[in-house]
């Protein structure tokens, strides 16, 4: 208790005073995507194309937008194409939007259920043996010999979907310095109605909700070095965060290089992680990613009709490109306002930007739009040991199994409004943002036990800071 009481007297005496230049506000502050920034609240507050886009470069951004939201379908047996044709024939979802809903944040499966997941999956892969790091730098991961990198649980008419995702959780009880319980959930899952005999005896398993799309061509304009500062700081300022990049597989420029796209960074391109979804949750071929997802050992998965060589094609890919390059990022709502302010001090107090970097200038991009904006998405983009209650023990590239790249925060008060829910983390474990911050462990244990030891009055005001992203 003495320590809880010390640090609770910590953060009072930073935030004492008016002298907290964190209790103020910030020029541009809440413009959080520059001037791409949306002015929209509502629950198409994702959906919308940054506010700088020229007209013609808006039809550009609402064809993508067609795409991303339209259904494919299976190619049919006597040849005649036209049209989204290639899906499957094991998939996840039959559109991008199925799983980013209103381009917002998925959930995972409900409890009890074993009905196909609508936006999340899991993904599988074995230990890497020893001999396999020529495999593990061009892959990442070892997929699971028989189902391969990711479970798909839909199938075209006359094949056998890969299995069914079973969920339940168990009740954890976490008590704050006043006295107040929260009760966190532990997932627990399992695979069943496999349908092509039995997993691999090691197979690794990771539960992932699909992310929200917003800001993603603003995270791909920061520049590699500011990334590179991330780390350098903070191996320099020591302690408990002590972030890492992850260096990925680039397939155009076949080479290795920074990974800043999924939960553990394992893409390098949005236009890569385009693609790989394509592929992985949809069962569609594109230049970049020619094969689908069939394993060897699926051999009727390699059969049916194809919707085309590739599916997906290289206009159709950039018309993708260009539109998830381009969703706006929503203004903040009251980020001067007192209470607001206070919250903000108090996230910086407990340590909370160490990991959730709150803002940077934009380097050059392909997009000029995208090109010199000052953003607040509040991310390092690196990975971080977030303890063992969160980890998946599942390695992605150099990513292992208790690390997760820090997700951006902006949008976080939109949720419910635009996604119908507040399930956050990887797994969606977590049923609001005090709960989130509850898992955080490992390199966050410090900015967790801050929060835990707070009087109700700070700790209200940090989740109304929150709530303003």
Request: charged share 20%; proline share 7%.
């Amino acid at each position: 208790m003495r320590n809880l009481y010390l640090l609770t007297a910590t953060l009072a005496g930073l935030l004492a005073g008016c002298g907290d230049p964190n209790a103020r506000p910030e020029p541009g502050e809440h413009l959080a995507g520059g001037a791409t920034t949306v002015q929209r609240f509502d629950k198409d507050a994702f959906s919308m194309p940054a506010a700088n886009l020229s007209p013609s470069r808006r039809m550009d951004f609402f064809v993508g937008n067609a795409f991303f939201r339209g259904n494919w379908h299976a190619a049919r047996a006597d040849g005649k194409q036209g049209g989204r044709i290639g899906l499957g024939p094991l998939f996840n979802t039959d559109s991008c939007q199925s799983c980013h809903i209103k381009d917002g944040r998925g959930f995972p499966p409900a409890e009890g259920s074993d009905a196909p997941a609508l936006s999340s999956l899991v993904r599988l892969s074995i230990s890497a043996p020893p001999d396999q790091a020529a495999l593990i730098e061009r892959l990442g991961i070892i997929p699971e010999p028989t189902y391969g990198g990711q479970l798909q649980d839909a199938a075209i008419d006359g094949h056998a979907p890969e299995g069914r995702v079973k969920l339940h959780y168990q009740a954890r009880v976490v008590t704050l310095a006043d006295g107040e319980q929260i009760t966190l959930r532990q997932p627990v899952f399992t695979i069943g109605q496999v349908g092509y005999g039995p997993l691999h005896p090691q197979t690794q398993m990771s539960l992932r909700v699909a992310p929200p799309m917003i800001g993603l061509g603003l995270l791909e304009a920061i520049r590699d070095s500011d990334l590179e500062q991330n780390a350098a700081r903070q191996a320099r300022e020591g302690g408990l965060v002590h972030g890492q990049l992850n260096q990925v597989w680039d397939e155009l420029r076949q080479q290795t290089r920074m990974g800043r796209f999924g939960w553990k960074a394992g893409q390098p391109t949005l236009d890569q992680q385009n693609a790989h979804a394509f592929a992985g949750d949809m069962g569609l071929t594109s230049s970049l990613l020619p094969s689908d997802d069939c394993t060897e050992r699926q051999s009727a998965c390699r059969k049916p009709p194809q919707g085309g060589a590739p599916e997906v094609s290289d206009r159709v890919r950039e018309q993708v490109l260009f539109y998830t390059r381009t969703l706006g990022v929503p203004a903040r709502r009251d980020s001067d306002t007192p209470r607001v302010l206070e919250g903000k001090a108090v996230f910086h107090a407990a340590g909370c930007a160490a990991c959730h970097r709150p803002s940077y200038v934009t380097g050059e991009h392909a997009l000029p739009e995208l090109s010199q904006q000052h953003i607040f998405p509040y991310t390092d983009l690196l990975l971080h040991d977030m303890g063992e209650g969160l980890a998946d023990h599942r390695e992605e590239f150099r990513a292992n199994g208790r690390q997760w790249r820090t997700p951006p925060l902006w949008g976080l008060g939109l949720t419910a409004r635009v996604s119908g829910h507040t399930q956050f983390l990887h797994d969606g474990r977590a049923r609001d943002v005090l709960e989130a911050i509850l898992w955080h462990d490992g390199e966050a244990r410090d900015s967790r036990d801050a929060v835990i030891a707070m009087d109700q009055g700070r700790r209200m005001a940090l989740l109304s800071f929150l709530n303003s992203l």
